[in-house]
């Protein structure tokens, strides 16, 4: 069968900084592949390469036909819509309103358009972001019963599991074929780490013997040479010869020798570096300020409507200190309304005096603002610049990359930033709004632990169900207009 797509020698290199360096690649009309790979590692870089959107800086891409787009950050174009079927489908309730559109609508909206192309093959770039575990259902379900290519960049490792057999894993510019979802992909790399640590440990200790024995000859060889030079200075004393001489610098010479051989077998060993770590990313965070308010976030009766949809109608809740606090819900019902609500401190909300919140929006990717990385970190930072690099090289960033410009970042380094970018500041209670969006799946482990070991208290959306169940003590659900706690 003839490829989709057939590629050969992509390179692509920015800031001198080797993003892409792929021999062969081929992309046929049965694949349901999953790309994966580190924040910045060049994902959405190679998707854009294969759709055109970006020149080859070498390498050439033959292409049988068109191919969908479903971008990580762009809004839906609804002017280009051809199946408005597929908008009931998709749980979309108001196509055109982009104003008062959320980030899950938004999202339905790109894979309707997608999907309602006549192409070859869809490529998405984190197509579950913002979306309610029931958009997710219905994503999946589209997915399967899409008969073209499928090339999916996501940190869900739900959806891979559903939709993908293959995995590509991109790092260090070059891409590795794993059979199966992403279940199997991590067992094949289990094994992996297990069969090169195992090699390693053999590798080790056979160079630790070589370099001990070198060690013992060497030793042995100049105990010996000492003692020869003393009953040389003996000898030389009381006019005797030297009989033994020969015998004992011949035996120099054989340990001197076997420790030569040894040295040669350990350069025959070659280098082995150690099986690299799955990377954990410790977050640093401000000293907790005090606070005493054993409710710090207070809701009475909050009432809140836009345009002609109203959100909440008399809600109430209390939301208590240093709790890991999760808001669910389903697309549209307020979730990220909430949180900008209690930010603005508006009417019925009541705030503990001496609170100081720190804010992650979900589109704060849209409106940063033009400047390199370190002098956006050290904006609102008292921390010395040797502390922010430390600290954005725990999040996986380069010493090389500081001086990127926020507009060359992918998403989820976008993401990462803002985070280390709120960690460095002063506050006790965190408003987080779809923290794990996309984010690799490493960093969002990470991200689980940092939301754990937080001193101060945390109020954030998600719908990624294992975030929600690894981090929340307490869980509130929006629906009907109300904010309940849930069992």
């Known amino acids: 069968m003839k490829p989709l797509i057939k590629a050969k020698n992509i390179y692509v290199e920015y800031m001198g900084r080797e993003v892409l360096d792929i021999e062969n690649l081929e992309l046929y009309a049965y694949d349901r592949i999953g790309l994966v790979g580190a924040n910045g590692a060049g994902k959405s870089t190679l998707i854009k390469v294969l759709l055109g959107e970006i020149p080859l800086q070498e390498g050439s891409i033959v292409s049988e036909g068109r191919f969908a787009h479903v971008p990580q950050l762009d809004e839906p174009d609804t002017e280009k819509m051809n199946d408005f079927a597929l908008f009931g489908k998709m749980g979309v309730i108001d196509k055109w309103n982009q104003h008062h559109r959320s980030g899950g609508e938004a999202t339905r909206l790109k894979i309707a358009q997608a999907?309602?192309?006549?192409?070859?093959?869809?490529?998405?770039?984190?197509?579950?972001?913002?979306?309610?575990?029931?958009?997710?259902?219905?994503?999946?379900?589209?997915?399967?019963?899409?008969?073209?290519?499928?090339?999916?960049?996501?940190?869900?490792?739900?959806?891979?599991?559903?939709?993908?057999?293959?995995?590509?894993?991109?790092?260090?510019?070059?891409?590795?074929?794993?059979?199966?979802?992403?279940?199997?992909?991590?067992?094949?790399?289990?094994?992996?780490?297990r069969s090169q640590t195992e090699q390693f440990k053999q590798w080790s200790a056979e160079r630790e013997r070589l370099e001990k024995a070198i060690a013992e000859k060497q030793n042995q060889a100049r105990k010996m040479e000492k003692k020869a030079r003393a009953s040389n200075?003996?000898?030389?004393?009381?006019?005797?010869?030297?009989?033994?001489?020969?015998?004992?610098?011949?035996?120099?010479?054989?340990?001197?020798?076997?420790?030569?051989?040894?040295?040669?077998?350990?350069?025959?060993?070659?280098?082995?570096?150690?099986p690299e770590a799955m990377r954990t990313i410790r977050f640093r965070q401000s000293q907790a300020l005090?606070?005493?308010?054993?409710?710090?976030?207070?809701?009475?009766?909050?009432c809140k409507q836009v345009g002609d949809h109203i959100l909440f109608d008399k809600a109430s809740f209390q939301f208590p200190l240093g709790g890991k606090i999760a808001i669910t819900g389903a697309n549209g019902t307020g979730k990220s309304t909430l949180l900008q609500m209690i930010l603005d401190c508006e009417v019925g909300i009541?705030?503990?005096?001496?609170?100081?919140?720190?804010?992650?929006?979900?589109?704060?990717?849209?409106?940063?603002?033009?400047?390199?990385?370190l002098a956006f970190m050290q904006e609102s930072s008292d921390y010395p610049v040797s502390e922010v690099r430390a600290v954005l090289a725990a999040m996986g960033f380069a010493q090389q990359d500081i001086r990127k410009q926020l507009?060359?970042?992918?998403?989820?380094?976008?993401?990462?930033?803002?985070?280390?970018?709120?960690?460095?500041?002063?506050?006790?209670?965190?408003?987080?709004?779809?923290?794990?969006?996309?984010?690799?799946?490493?960093?969002?482990?990470?991200?689980?632990?940092?939301?754990?070991?937080?001193?101060?208290?945390?109020?954030?959306?998600?719908?990624?169900?294992?975030?929600v169940d690894n981090v929340a003590d307490i869980v509130y659900e929006i629906k009907d207009r109300k904010i309940t706690r849930l069992d």
């Open 350 to 373: 009541t705030l503990s005096p001496k609170a100081k919140l720190g804010y992650l929006a979900q589109d704060g990717y849209k409106h940063l603002p033009e400047q390199n990385m």
């Open 290 to 302: 005090a606070l005493h308010n054993p409710f710090p976030i207070i809701g009475d009766e909050v």
């Open 233 to 274: 200075r003996k000898n030389t004393e009381s006019g005797g010869r030297l009989g033994h001489q020969k015998s004992t610098g011949s035996k120099q010479k054989k340990l001197h020798q076997a420790a030569r051989h040894m040295e040669q077998r350990i350069e025959a060993l070659g280098k082995l570096e150690a």
């Open 115 to 193: 999907l309602s192309d006549e192409v070859l093959g869809i490529m998405a770039d984190e197509p579950t972001s913002h979306l309610d575990r029931e958009g997710i259902e219905v994503v999946i379900n589209q997915f399967k019963q899409f008969s073209g290519a499928l090339l999916v960049i996501s940190h869900d490792r739900y959806l891979l599991d559903q939709v993908v057999d293959k995995i590509w894993e991109l790092k260090d510019g070059t891409i590795t074929e794993y059979w199966g979802g992403y279940s199997e992909y991590l067992s094949q790399q289990e094994q992996e780490r």
């Open 407 to 467: 507009s060359v970042l992918s998403g989820g380094e976008i993401i990462k930033l803002q985070l280390a970018h709120m960690l460095l500041g002063r506050y006790n209670i965190l408003l987080l709004d779809e923290p794990s969006n996309y984010l690799d799946i490493v960093t969002v482990e990470a991200l689980e632990q940092l939301m754990r070991d937080y001193a101060g208290t945390i109020l954030f959306v998600s719908h990624d169900k294992r975030l």
